[in-house]
């Protein structure tokens, strides 16, 4: 059973945070979250006390009748924002966290990095990031379910299997069988593999199907669908094809200095993605991971 107890929202006062926050208290309602943080890291001094930071949050305060249990914290003392709020997940056993992105791009993201992109590869409990340009209702209806056949996608299909059964949605589990196309400069016009291999998508969508039944968790209604093509571009379409509200992916975390140059797929779609996403990094039991940048932190319980 999905237990989420204990959700955080970063915040730096702009809409998309406050956009994310109203997520959040969605998603806490329906899976019986108990606690709310609602934390803040000072990179530049802008906020120095707690009377500040609430003076900073007051457009922002908790609905009159909202019972669940707010937490306001400060956080000071760190040069980065993500390792901050990974390192207060952590000792806060916080069960999801919930994020604004603004989906910097060029050389902006290239020169700032995105916070919301490492923190996917680096809390060790599910991230939501989403913005408020994006479709998709907080009344989850669908859940797509990008996988690989590896045990990270397997464990992001239990936990979209069990969020589906919160929400009374629908799984449907996505396998991309990946084409390379080539401008139309290099005089190339290649077939597709779907023209040419077409048993692969039948040994692909019968790999699907027991892949699919051999994974843990509740009985739902799902869907199973194979695409061709680009993996990042096929995701984004599937789900706009099928009114999906939720793309729920396993990351495997940064793995090689050309996968940090390039980006993962779930990083990709994190940037890009027309719906909240739903990430995950999974962490082999007792490993130790590395040590987080120390800092100060205050809080204001509500």
């Known amino acids: 059973m999905l237990k989420i107890n204990k959700i955080l929202v970063p915040t730096d006062f702009s809409t998309n945070a406050d956009f994310a926050l109203n997520y959040a208290l969605k998603v806490a309602h329906t899976l019986d979250a108990q606690e709310m943080h609602l934390v803040h890291v000072d990179l530049y001094g802008e906020v120095t006390n707690d009377d500040e930071l609430m003076d900073k949050l007051k457009h922002v305060e908790k609905p009159a009748n909202e019972v669940l249990p707010f937490t306001y914290r400060l956080i000071q003392g760190h040069i980065h924002a993500a390792p901050a709020l990974a390192e207060y997940a952590a000792e806060n056993g916080i069960d999801l966290i919930v994020m604004g992105t603004h989906g910097l791009r060029g050389m902006r993201r290239f020169l700032l990095g995105s916070v919301a992109e490492e923190l996917v590869r680096t809390a060790t409990c599910p991230v939501i990031t ?145 719906v909240p996403m739903w990430t995950m990094r999974p962490v082999k039991s007792g490993s130790n991971d590395d040590a987080w940048l120390g800092g100060t932190t205050a809080a204001h319980v509500a």
């Open 130 to 274: 989403l913005h408020e340009n994006q479709k998709g209702s907080a009344d989850i209806k669908r859940i797509v379910v990008p996988v690989d056949f590896s045990d990270h996608s397997r464990t992001a299909l239990t936990q979209a299997k069990h969020l589906a059964a919160a929400y009374g949605a629908m799984v449907d589990a996505l396998y991309v069988i990946e084409e390379w196309y080539y401008p139309h400069i290099f005089g190339m016009q290649l077939p597709s593999l779907a023209e040419t291999n077409p048993e692969m998508n039948q040994m692909a969508e019968e790999s699907l199907k027991k892949f699919y039944v051999s994974t843990p968790g509740p009985e739902v209604e799902h869907a199973l669908s194979v695409h061709f093509g680009t993996i990042v571009n096929s995701i984004r379409a599937h789900t706009a094809e099928v009114n999906g509200d939720l793309v729920v992916i396993a990351t495997h975390g940064v793995t090689s200095e050309w996968e940090e140059l390039i980006g993962s797929v779930t990083e990709k779609l994190v940037r890009t993605s027309d």
